[in-house]
């Protein structure tokens, strides 16, 4: 064994997600383990989560735990060494894991905070004789961890915080300062303190060990104030402790040779099938490409520029599907595209992973307009299911596409499209050429078949957290 993990956060697959924050969190522990490391996940146990906790051995008491007591649980779950911070007065409500029928939390400040201080507690003393060599810290909910160990003089276990997307920072007012157990003495810029509130995901930047992010580009991109959201500096501050290393997909549960018409990058015609079935489903005729988008709809994702490209796009013979739900305003908008190309635009709002496996398995593209992406998962399930990624040319997404240019297919190396800057002219121009490209055959399925050979594990990914996790113990 190398050594224990305790990875902290607020959403894990398979048993609570909101994103592609608990894809990772449930992936780490299987993916560390192949290089020798025991990691357990610490989560808060969220009322559909209450379930668990019959079969798992109750392992500490706290007698105040912001407001009222709380046991962590600990069993095995899932695969996943999991332990479950029990604390009714804070997770036992109605609704997802921020916010229920009347909008966020009021206090999800203390919430996780609350998250934050037991994995710091664990960590410091070790339950049952397993304490963890490295804490790591996913995004604000966990950002205090790191923080708290280090204001109690905890030196001896290190600390990793990972950035999976700076848009969520977790402020809170400076007047809970002393509810949240937080020393007044770092209340300033080179602290928690955020423009004179208080920043959970900034406490854990300047307190952590290491920094981490999804993707070498997000992590040169959080440097600058484009992308940074006002915390630029301070991860520029720590340059010398910042790596990106890119997500994986679990290729088991991503895997076209596992899907009901089933196919692989030998005998491509299950693909054809799948297409068929897909366009059948949402009643489409589709002579040119059919693209997909499986995403949030929200600004982030570049939604609000399908009504300016699609027309286009679909007049050129291309149709389109989208699967999502979020912002109001834009489930109209791709409503409305809907209904103004029927038989080649279809819409279906809210959240299906069958449907979204039958979309990847049917399709020939897959769209990915973000303005910024700490590093996206469904590009990389276009290039395992060949169907071609057209992204835009930031964080992760710069990462895992190798853009079709002409020097790029002369060498056989194109994986999909991708464009620059993020708006509709080059968006649209990206489409155009994935018309073009899949008129052209021969160069069509070359590119799908590299996209299908590309790499998108856990493996690398595993061995580049497991070399960081063991400098980090020296
Ligand atoms: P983010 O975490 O910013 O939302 P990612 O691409 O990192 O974006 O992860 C999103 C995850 O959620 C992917 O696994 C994607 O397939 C999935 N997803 C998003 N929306 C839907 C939906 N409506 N139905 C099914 N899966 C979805």
Not at 117 to 142: F, I, K, N, S
Not at 411 to 432: E, K, N, R, W, Y
């Amino acid at each position: 064994m190398q050594g224990r993990v305790l990875s902290v956060a607020s959403e894990c697959v398979p048993f609570i997600k909101t994103g592609g924050l608990a894809d990772v969190v449930g992936a780490l522990p299987a993916a560390m383990a192949t290089q020798g490391w025991d990691m357990r996940v610490l989560l808060p146990a969220y009322r559909p989560l209450r379930k668990y906790l019959a079969d798992m051995e109750p392992v500490w008491t706290e007698h105040d735990l912001f407001g009222g007591a709380a046991t962590v649980y600990f069993g095995l779950q899932d695969g996943v060494s999991l332990m479950l911070l029990d604390a009714p007065h804070l997770y036992d409500r109605e609704g997802g894991p921020y916010s229920g029928p009347y909008g966020d939390f009021w206090d999800n400040p203390q919430r996780f905070a609350a998250l934050s201080w037991m994995a710091a507690r664990l960590a410091q003393e070790g339950v049952g004789g397993w304490r963890p060599d490295v804490v790591h810290a996913h995004d604000w909910q966990a950002g205090l961890t790191p923080a708290y160990l280090r204001y109690a003089g905890v030196w001896d276990v290190k600390s990793v915080m990972t950035v999976h997307n700076i848009a969520f920072q977790g402020w809170a007012d400076a007047g809970l300062l002393q509810t949240l157990r937080l020393p007044v003495s770092e209340f300033h810029p080179g602290g928690f303190e955020y423009y004179g509130n208080l920043s959970s995901l900034k406490a854990g930047l300047v307190t952590a060990d290491w920094i981490t992010t999804v993707s070498p580009t997000y992590a040169r991109e959080l440097m600058r104030p484009e992308f940074g959201m006002g915390l630029q500096g301070v991860i520029a501050a720590r340059a010398a402790q910042v790596s990106g290393i890119l997500n994986g997909v679990d290729t088991d549960v991503w895997s076209p040779g596992r899907e009901e018409i089933s196919y692989g990058p030998g005998k491509m015609a299950g693909k054809a099938k799948a297409r068929e079935a897909l366009c059948q489903e949402f009643g489409l005729t589709v002579p040119g490409p059919l693209a997909i988008v499986v995403s949030r709809l929200t600004d982030q994702k570049g939604i609000d520029l399908l009504p300016d490209v699609i027309p286009d796009f679909v007049a050129a013979g291309g149709g389109l599907i989208v699967l999502g739900s979020g912002d109001f305003a834009l489930e109209g908008a791709v409503q409305a595209l809907a209904d103004a190309h029927p038989g080649r635009v279809a819409v279906k709002i809210g959240y299906s992973e069958p449907l979204s496996h039958r979309m990847f398995s049917g399709a020939d593209a897959v769209l990915v307009p973000s303005r910024f992406e700490p590093c996206g998962l469904t590009q990389m399930y276009g290039l395992r299911y060949g169907t071609l990624p057209v992204v835009a040319s930031t964080g992760g997404l710069a990462d895992t596409v190798i853009h079709a240019s002409p020097a790029a297919l002369a060498a056989g190396v194109a994986t999909g499209i991708s464009f620059h800057p993020t708006d509709a002219l080059a968006f649209g121009q990206a489409l155009a050429q994935l018309v073009g490209l899949y008129a052209d055959q021969k160069l069509w399925v070359n590119t799908q078949k590299n996209a299908m050979k590309h790499p998108v594990g856990w493996e690398t990914s595993a061995a580049a957290y497991a070399a960081l996790y063991q400098r980090l113990i020296g």
